[in-house]
């Protein structure tokens, strides 16, 4: 129940801020100096619970750069694609038929 209510909005949230390039570097930024830094949602000399939101933060980061990454890398990808059968289109063998005019 606490998932539906915290979890799954700030997770969306989370998301769109990563995948908007204005802001993708500070919220990286901010996710590393929030990983590093020893004041947290819940205190990290709590055995479990100041390990979950850290481990929470750090995989959803981590799963949102491999997801960027596999975009940026399928869109290279198909750009390639596009590139190379536009450049095997065989241009030599178009055909232009011009009736030729004589002009006095």
Known sequence: MAKRF???PFMNWYRQLLRN???RWVVLFGTLVYLVSP???SPDFLPVLGWLDDGLIA???VTEITQILLDRRRNIRQVD???AMTESVDTSATVIDVDAVTVR
């Open 39 to 41: 004041i947290d949602i």
């Open 81 to 83: 694609e596009t590139i």
């Open 21 to 23: 390039s204005k802001y």
């Open 6 to 8: 915290f979890g799954r």
């Open 59 to 61: 995989t959803i980061a």
